[in-house]
C-alpha cells in the first residue's frame, strides 16, 4: 500500500456526496414527499440525527484502527473474526451484487434515453453502456487513489452544485403549486407513529458514510479527515436534500399521470426532471439529466474504491483467499479486488436487462444486512469502552454511550418498518436469512480452515500490525 497520504477532507467529503445523492435518493425524496410531505421532512431529520449517531461510531474505531480493512477491522477487534467476515460478507459484498447491479443497469437506461447520441444503442442492449461506465471507473481506480480523488471530486461537487443551485431557485421563485394548508391536517400527537415508519423510509438516504474509512491510509490525518468527513459530508447532505424537497414541493404539481395506476408524478422519476424545467426550462431539465447521470458514476467509482480496499483488508488477516492483498506493481492498488467488484455489477447488469424493478426485493434484503452491520458496529464500539479503556482514542464518541444506543434504536426500528406496502414482509426477510445463513457457513468453513478462534476479539495492535 502506498503510503504517501496525499488525500484529505475534500476528497472524503466528496466520497460521501458521491455515494448519498444519487438517482434513487432523488426519487425516494420525491415519494416521500408524495406519501404525506410533513411527515417525510420530519423523518428526514430524525433519520439524520440517528445516522450522525452512528457515525461517531465509525470516526471513534477509525480513529484507532485506521486501516482498508475499516469495517471488517472494526467489527473483529470488538466481537471476534466470525462476527467480523459474517457481517462484512453479507453488507458489502451482497449489497454490492444487488445495488451496484441495479445502479448500473438504471445508468445504462437513463443515458440511453437522455442523450441522442446514445440512441443507436438499442434499449434491450444498453447494459453495454454501464459496461463502459464500469471499466473506465476499474481503470481510474488501478491506476491509483489520487486520480480516484481528482475524478471523485469533480463529480460531486458539481453534482452538488447543481442540485443546491437549481433547488434554491426553486424556493425563490413564484410556486406553481398552491402552499395553503401545507401543514393542515398534521399532528404531532396523532401522526407518530407516521414519522416512526416514515424513518425506517428515510434512514437509508444517509446510508453508506462508512465507505469513506476504508480511505483511511491513503489519508493526511485519518483522525482529523475521517470524522471531519463523515459530519460535513452528511449535514452537506441533508441540506442538499431538504433545498431540494422544497423546491419540489413549490414547483412541481402532483398530477395523476396514469389514471389506471393512480401514479402521480412525484411517484416517478421523471419529477427531477420536470423540476428543473419548471425551475429554468431546458437548461435546468438538461441540469438534472447531468446531475443523474454523473451521480451514478460518481457512485460507482467510490463502490470501486472502497470494497476492494475491505477485501484486501481481509485478506491481509487471512479471511479471504491471499490473491484480494495482491497490489499493482506499479500503481500500489488492488487490482484485484478492483476487477472482481467490476465485475459483478457488469454480470448483474447483462442478466438484469431493462428488469431494474426484479432485483428490488433483494436489494432490500441485502439492506437488512447492511442494518445488521450497524448495529454490530455500535456493539463493538461499546465492548471495546469497556474490554479495552487503556486504548488513545484520537476521537471519542461525545456524550457516549448515547449515541450508539440511539443508533441501535433506530436502526431497529428501520429493521421492522422496511417492508413497502406492496411487499410481503417475508419477500424481504427469508432472503436476508438466506444470505445471512450462506455468509455465516463460509465464515465457520474458512476459520475452522484455518485453525481460527470463531468468537476471540482481535486486538487493535494486531490488525495495525497487518496493515504495515
Not at 458521491?18 to 434513487?24: E, K, R, T, V, Y
Not at 403549486?177 to 444517509?206: A, E, H, K, R, Y
Not at 487503556?390 to 421492522?416: C, E, S, V
Amino acid at each position: 500500500m502506498d503510503h504517501t497520504r496525499k488525500l484529505g477532507t475534500p476528497t472524503g467529503i466528496a466520497s460521501i456526496l458521491g455515494l448519498m445523492l444519487i438517482a434513487s435518493s432523488l426519487l425516494t425524496i420525491t415519494q416521500g414527499i408524495n406519501i404525506n410531505a410533513p411527515i417525510f421532512f420530519i423523518g428526514l431529520l430524525l433519520s439524520y440525527v440517528l445516522m450522525m449517531c452512528q457515525a461517531t461510531s465509525f470516526a471513534e474505531l477509525s480513529s484507532f484502527i485506521p486501516t482498508e480493512g475499516a469495517v471488517y477491522d472494526y467489527v473483529t477487534a470488538g466481537m471476534g473474526r466470525f462476527w467480523g467476515v459474517t457481517a462484512t460478507l453479507a453488507a458489502y459484498v451482497i449489497v454490492t451484487c444487488f445495488a451496484s447491479s441495479a445502479e448500473v443497469a438504471a445508468a445504462g437506461l437513463f443515458a440511453q434515453a437522455n442523450f441522442p447520441f446514445l440512441n443507436f444503442i438499442p434499449v434491450d442492449q444498453s447494459w453495454i453502456i454501464g459496461w463502459f461506465i464500469v471499466v473506465v471507473c476499474m481503470l481510474i481506480n488501478i491506476r491509483g487513489i489520487e486520480l480516484f480523488a481528482v475524478v471523485e471530486i469533480a463529480m460531486s461537487y458539481f453534482k452538488y452544485a447543481v442540485l443546491v443551485i437549481l433547488g434554491l431557485m426553486g424556493l425563490f421563485i413564484a410556486p406553481k403549486v398552491d402552499l395553503t394548508g401545507f401543514w393542515s391536517g398534521f399532528s404531532l400527537m396523532d401522526d407518530w407513529s407516521s414519522i416512526i415508519s416514515m424513518i425506517g423510509f428515510t434512514l437509508f438516504l444517509f446510508v453508506g458514510a462508512e465507505y469513506v474509512t476504508p480511505l483511511a491510509p491513503e489519508m493526511k490525518n485519518p483522525n482529523r479527515d475521517i470524522p471531519r468527513s463523515l459530519f460535513t459530508g452528511m449535514t452537506m447532505s441533508l441540506i442538499g436534500m431538504l433545498i431540494f424537497g422544497a423546491g419540489i414541493v413549490r414547483q412541481v404539481p402532483n398530477v395523476i399521470i396514469d389514471e389506471a395506476s393512480q401514479t402521480t408524478v412525484l411517484d416517478t422519476p421523471e419529477a427531477s426532471l420536470i423540476f428543473g424545467e419548471a425551475v429554468l426550462g431546458d437548461i435546468g431539465k438538461w441540469g438534472f439529466i447531468l446531475l443523474i447521470f454523473i451521480a451514478t458514476v460518481a457512485l460507482i467509482n467510490l463502490l470501486i474504491a472502497s470494497i476492494p480496499r475491505i477485501l484486501s483488508g481481509m485478506a491481509k488477516d487471512k479471511m479471504l483467499p491471499s490473491i484480494f492483498a495482491r497490489e499493482h506493481p506499479k500503481y500500489k492498488t488492488p487490482y484485484i479486488g478492483i476487477i472482481f467488484i467490476g465485475l459483478i455489477p457488469m454480470v448483474g447488469t447483462f442478466l438484469i436487462g431493462t428488469d431494474i424493478d426484479g432485483v428490488f426485493v433483494l436489494i432490500l434484503a441485502a439492506i437488512c444486512s447492511w442494518i445488521f452491520f450497524y448495529l454490530l458496529v455500535n456493539i463493538s464500539v461499546i465492548r471495546l469502552r469497556t474490554r479495552r479503556p487503556d486504548l488513545h482514542r484520537p476521537f471519542k464518541a461525545p456524550l457516549y454511550p448515547i449515541p450508539q444506543l440511539l443508533a441501535i434504536i433506530g436502526l431497529m426500528i428501520t429493521f421492522f418498518y422496511l417492508t413497502p406496502p406492496f411487499l410481503n414482509a417475508s419477500q424481504i426477510y427469508i432472503p436476508f436469512f438466506i444470505m445471512l445463513a450462506i455468509c455465516a457457513a463460509y465464515s465457520i468453513i474458512w476459520l475452522k480452515r484455518q485453525r481460527e478462534d470463531l468468537w476471540k476479539p482481535i486486538e487493535p495492535e494486531e490488525l495495525l500490525n497487518q496493515q504495515s
